[in-house]
Structures are given as structure tokens and as C-alpha cells.
């Protein structure tokens, strides 16, 4: 019975697979991709409402998807398990600067030789990439090693990356090169286009990735943070000259969660105090200013289009459009920045046009970046690899209908360390934004359920909550009381997050196809697919007594296993110490 279903579940996923490959059939050459990558773009400021040529040749022309999700909301972390199809807990690059992160972390992880564009051209492919590739890719490190796995390059490297007037690039076989003075996504664009004439004259299919830093903070450094004493001021972005009147009457949409009157969210966010009209101004006008440098980005989707239609490649190319983590400006009295769990942080845009995908439409299929080497590994008919910890997704019109009806439904959501504003207000970093989270959207249900490392709780029942201002597990430092009046997805919230507890408890150090069916774990049945199959009454001693809970032994600004107090034995699948759920609470 369980072998049937499971035979049923693998034909289906074949099957969408196997649509989405069908496209070009067996004799085409094999599809190329654009791959643009953007930098701290949110959904929910509605940045993409003022991208005319990313609507006209994207959403318009593609599959825009809802709900697609980073799973840590900072640049390196999110963009090292976007190249690797890795969880961060297992690449332990958890933060943008060492020890914990950055390009030299990268590198010491192994990753250099083992990460996409390395599979990539393993598979037969030619890959070039340009703009940003990591934080702590400088210029004196850039060469000790070059990056890996890239045809041809042209990065920005620090200290100069977020410095939109002075900008420094270095290409393949070429010392860095300064461009004083130019317009950084204006020489990004030219060079995004001299390398995609470099990979139509190969013989090769290819992978571009054009990774503008738009709309990022401008950022003057000293140095890079590995030079002593380092200065980085902060300010707005910068636009192109040309786009510096636009948007003049626009400023942040005023959500429910936009500077709230009471406090919200949990730990050091519930702490902040209401800004003052001075900071709203200001936070506004660096509102306007991403959305002016955004121009230039959308002029160099234009300016790619207009030539991928000359050169017969739209046929034969995936275009894909997404960013490495979202961005707040005063939701939850929040600075301009990101590091958040919060659903502006880690919802981002993610739009696919290509052969086979349904134009001017859109998807709630849940998918996160940790998915995303895989979906491009089955987009391009390569065989997955055993230790991606995502699942590859559809993204054809025929693979989306094929997809089988119990869809991946959660996303499993980590940071580590500080969390720092963007703007002039405020710059101080609040230590131990440590925190776990699941988001998941399903049938009946759409939550968003967090423990930060001092061990507060958090749970928003999104569906009548979307801006998440009502933390029903208040107050925050105790798991929700049993016989509390609360319900969700129409049960007791207490049965709701026993389920989720433990369905995190595994996530946390899952690895491989623990993480890609971590219900599984739990089930070894294989009788448990969704958090609505869990809540089953048969389960509730299993979930409400047996299970231990996620528990922080302490604040860690890196992934340390004494800090994370219990785990989840990913191979022998039994449990390691901690408190059981009565005993809880
Ligand atoms: C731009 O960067 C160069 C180093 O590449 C530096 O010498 C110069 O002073 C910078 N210019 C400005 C205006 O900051
Ligand atoms: C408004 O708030 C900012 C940031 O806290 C502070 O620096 C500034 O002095 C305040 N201005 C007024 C007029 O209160
Ligand atoms: C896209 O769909 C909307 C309705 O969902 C329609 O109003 C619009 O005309 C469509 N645009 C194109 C280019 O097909
Ligand atoms: C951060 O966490 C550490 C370790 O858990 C604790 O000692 C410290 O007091 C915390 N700091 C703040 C500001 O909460
Ligand atoms: C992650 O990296 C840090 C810094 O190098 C190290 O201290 C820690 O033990 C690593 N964590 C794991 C789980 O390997």
C-alpha cells in the first residue's frame, strides 16, 4: 500500500520532470538560461509595479511565483544555498562575514569546486556570470583562488560593490579595473551583454547570471572587513542620473505593519520604538531612491530581450528572475533592511519565461531558493544530485498541471548573528537575531511559526493575519498554553504547533532527503505527507507527548551545535536529549 503510494508519488514527479523536458524534444540543442539576480528586492514594497520592461517581458511573458521564499534573509548565506541546492546549516555559511560567511568561508567550505556553475559546465554547459557573486570577494582575494566554474566573468568585487558611482570589476584573465565616476548597472549592463555574445558564438548551450547589486544601500567602504578597522557609511541607493525625478510622490505602501502604534514581532523588533516623522521622511525618500536605481535594471532587461529576440534565443532560453532576500522599510518600526524572518524578508520575486512556460501567469506553488539548483539541474535534463537538500519544482505550463496534487507546502527558515539598519537612523546591530522558522501554506492553513535563541516563540495565523501583528503565542517566552481559547487552521493552537514544532526540530539539521521529506522522517510509514495529514487524532500523543522540542541552549552568532540544543539524528533517526512537549509546558 505504502509502496504503491509512494510508486505513484515518483511517477508523478517523473512525470512533471519529464513535461518539462519535453519542450525541446530530443534533437534541439539543449536550453540555455538568463539568470538575473537582483539584490535585496522585495515583493511586498511592490517594487516590480514599477519595472515596466520586467512586466512587459516577464510577468507578462512568463510565471510569476507567489510564493517563492530565501530560507535566510542576507545576501551571502542566501546565495551560497541558491549555487549549492544546500540548507545553510549544511554549508555553514550563515552570515555575509567570516568567520561565518563570506567569499574566503565559501572557499574553506569546498564549494569553490562544488557548487551550480561547476555541475553546470561538468554537464556540458558554458556559464558566464557578472555583477556580484559574494560578499568578501574583493580585490585583493579574487584571485586567491579565482572563483570556480565560470567560462567567462566579469564580478564586482568589495571594497567597491555597493558603491554605485565607483565601481571596481574584475574579468576572467584580467587584473580589477575601476569605473570611477560611471553608473554601475549601466557598466554591468554592457558587460552582461559582451558576455552573452560571448556564449552565442560558443558551440556550447549556456547559464548566464547577470547579479546587478540594485537595489542595495549605497555603501562608501574604507576597506574590505578583512582590512583592520574598516568604515562603511551607509546611505540610500543611488539612481542614474537620468532617473533622479522620478517617483517624486511615491513613498513606502502603508500596510497595517508599516510603524505601527503598538510594538510587534518578538524579542529585540518588539523592543523598537515608533519612528518619528524625520525617520519616516527619510526612510521614504530611500524607498524612492530603490526604486529609481531599480530603473536601470529594468532598462537592462529591456536592453537584454531587445537582443536575445535578435539573436532567435527566446525559443531556446530560460529567463529567470529573482533576487537573494527581500527587504523592509518601517514594517514592524523596523529600519530599511532585511535579516528577518518577517514575510517582506523572505517572500521574493521569482518569474520564469521560457519554452513551455504559460505566459502572464501565476503559481502558489511553494518553493524556496534551496530549490533552485535542483529545478535548474531538471530544467536542463541533468540527473539531481543525492545531497541536494531542495526539491526540484516545475516551471513549465505542462509541469505545473502535472505536478502531483500533494504539493511541497513549507519553508524552512534560519538565521544566525546580527541584524543591522540599512539606513541613516538607528545603524546600531542587535545581537542574537538567532532564530528558526517554518512558513508554510497549505490546505486550511497558512502560518508562520518561529523560536528565536532566547528560546521566544512566535506564531502568526497568516490567513487572517497576513501582516503578522498578532503573535498568538504571547507572551513570547512560553509555548502556547495548553487549554489556550486560540485556534487555527480550526484546532487548538496547541495541537497545531506540536506538529510544527517537531516538524522543525527535524528541519533544523536535516540534511539531504531528510530534508526534502521531512515528514517522512517523522512518518517512516511514508502515511504523513502535509502538516494537515499530522494533525490526524491518531497522532496526538505522538506529537503532543513523545516528541522533543526545539530548544536554544544559547544565542550563537554562528551555527554551533552546543548552542542548538537538541537534534535530530538525521541517520539513525532517533533523538538526542531535550525536554518532551509536557514536560514543556
Ligand atoms: C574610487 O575608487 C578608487 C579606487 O578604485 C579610489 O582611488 C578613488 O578615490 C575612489 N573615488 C571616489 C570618488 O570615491
Ligand atoms: C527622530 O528620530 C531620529 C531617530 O531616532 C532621531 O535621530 C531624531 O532626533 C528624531 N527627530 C525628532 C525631531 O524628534
Ligand atoms: C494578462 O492577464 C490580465 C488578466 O489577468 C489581462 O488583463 C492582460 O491583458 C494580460 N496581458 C497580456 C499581455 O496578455
Ligand atoms: C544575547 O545572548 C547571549 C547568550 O545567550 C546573552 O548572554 C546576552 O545577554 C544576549 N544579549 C541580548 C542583548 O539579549
Ligand atoms: C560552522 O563554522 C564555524 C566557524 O568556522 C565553526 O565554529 C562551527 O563549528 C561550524 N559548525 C558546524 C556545525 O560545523
Not at 565607483?166 to 558587460?191: C, H, I, M, W
Not at 540594485?214 to 567602504?221: C, G, L, R, S
Not at 510594538?263 to 518588539?270: C, D, I, L, Q, T
Not at 487524532?537 to 505522538?542: G, I, L, R, T, V
Request: charged share 20%; glycine share 8%; with cysteine.
Amino acid at each position: 500500500m505504502q509502496g504503491l503510494w509512494i510508486s505513484a508519488l515518483f511517477l508523478a514527479l517523473v512525470g512533471f520532470a519529464a513535461a518539462q523536458q519535453d519542450v525541446l524534444g530530443d534533437t534541439a540543442r539543449r536550453p540555455n538560461v538568463v539568470f538575473i539576480l537582483t539584490d535585496d528586492q522585495d515583493v511586498h514594497l511592490n517594487s516590480l509595479d514599477y519595472m515596466p520592461f520586467v512586466q512587459k517581458h516577464l510577468l507578462e511573458q512568463g510565471t510569476y511565483f507567489n510564493k517563492h521564499y530565501c530560507t535566510t534573509a542576507v545576501c551571502c548565506p542566501s546565495r551560497v544555498t541558491l549555487w549549492t541546492g544546500k540548507a545553510a546549516h549544511n554549508t555553514n555559511i550563515t552570515d555575509v562575514n567570516p568567520p561565518y560567511g563570506g567569499y574566503p568561508k565559501f572557499v574553506s567550505q569546498g564549494f569553490n569546486e562544488n557548487y551550480l556553475p561547476v555541475w553546470l559546465q561538468a554537464a556540458g554547459y558554458n556559464t558566464y556570470y557578472t555583477g556580484k557573486l559574494f560578499n568578501v570577494h574583493t580585490v585583493d582575494n579574487y584571485n586567491s583562488p579565482y572563483a570556480g566554474g565560470f567560462t567567462g566573468a566579469d564580478f564586482l568585487l568589495d571594497p567597491f560593490t555597493y558603491n554605485y558611482l565607483n565601481s571596481t570589476f574584475q574579468r576572467t584573465g584580467e587584473t580589477p579595473r575601476s569605473y570611477e565616476g560611471e553608473y554601475v548597472t549601466d557598466v554591468l549592463a554592457q558587460k552582461a551583454y559582451r558576455l552573452l555574445d560571448d556564449a552565442v558564438a560558443a558551440e556550447n548551450p549556456f547559464f548566464l547570471t547577470i547579479a546587478p547589486s540594485a537595489p542595495h544601500a549605497n555603501i562608501q567602504m574604507s576597506g574590505s572587513i578583512l582590512d583592520p578597522d574598516p568604515v562603511f557609511v551607509f546611505d540610500a541607493p543611488v539612481s542614474a542620473k537620468r532617473h533622479e525625478h522620478l517617483f517624486e510622490d511615491v513613498i513606502v505602501p502603508r500596510g497595517r505593519n508599516f510603524n505601527p502604534d503598538h510594538p510587534s514581532g518578538a524579542n529585540w523588533v518588539r523592543k523598537l520604538e515608533q519612528q518619528n516623522q524625520t525617520n519616516v521622511d527619510w526612510n521614504d525618500h530611500f524607498y524612492r531612491q530603490r526604486l529609481r536605481a531599480l530603473q536601470a535594471v529594468d532598462e537592462l532587461v529591456d536592453g537584454l530581450f531587445e537582443r536575445l529576440e535578435q539573436l532567435g534565443l527566446l525559443d531556446s532560453t530560460y529567463i529567470v528572475y529573482s533576487s537573494d532576500n527581500g527587504f523592509h522599510v518601517g514594517q514592524h518600526r523596523l529600519q530599511p533592511g532585511k535579516s528577518c524572518g518577517y514575510e517582506e524578508d523572505i517572500n521574493i520575486p521569482l518569474i520564469v519565461r521560457g519554452p513551455g512556460v504559460a505566459a502572464n501567469s501565476s503559481t502558489d506553488i511553494v518553493t524556496s531558493h534551496t530549490d533552485l539548483a535542483p529545478t535548474f539541474f531538471s530544467l536542463l535534463g541533468i540527473p539531481l544530485r543525492d545531497d541536494f537538500d531542495g526539491t526540484a519544482f516545475p516551471v513549465t505550463e505542462n509541469g505545473l498541471l502535472a505536478a502531483p496534487d500533494r504539493k511541497h507546502e513549507h519553508i524552512n527558515v534560519e538565521y544566525w548573528g546580527f541584524a543591522g539598519g540599512e539606513g541613516i537612523y538607528h545603524r546600531e546591530l542587535h545581537e542574537n537575531n538567532t532564530y528558526k522558522a517554518i512558513r508554510i501554506v497549505g490546505s486550511g492553513y497558512n502560518l508562520y511559526y518561529s523560536i528565536w535563541c532566547n528560546n521566544e516563540h512566535e506564531l502568526y495565523d497568516m490567513e487572517v493575519d497576513q501582516d503578522q501583528l498578532q503573535n498568538l503565542l504571547l507572551p513570547a517566552t512560553l509555548p502556547a498554553p495548553a487549554n489556550s481559547e486560540a485556534r487555527v487552521a480550526g484546532l487548538p493552537i496547541a495541537k497545531v504547533i506540536a506538529r510544527l514544532d517537531s516538524l522543525l526540530f527535524v528541519l533544523k539539521s536535516c540534511k539531504g532527503q531528510t530534508c526534502r521529506k521531512p515528514w517522512q522522517a517523522l512518518h517512516p510509514e511514508g502515511n504523513v505527507e502535509t502538516l494537515k495529514d499530522a494533525l490526524a487524532a491518531e497522532f496526538d500523543h505522538f506529537y503532543e507527548v513523545e516528541q522533543r522540542r526545539v530548544q536554544y541552549n544559547f544565542c550563537s552568532n554562528g551555527y554551533l551545535v552546543d548552542a542548538e540544543g537538541p537534534m535530530w539524528e538525521t541517520d539513525g533517526l532517533v533523538y538526542r536529549g531535550g525536554l518532551t512537549w509536557d514536560q514543556w509546558v
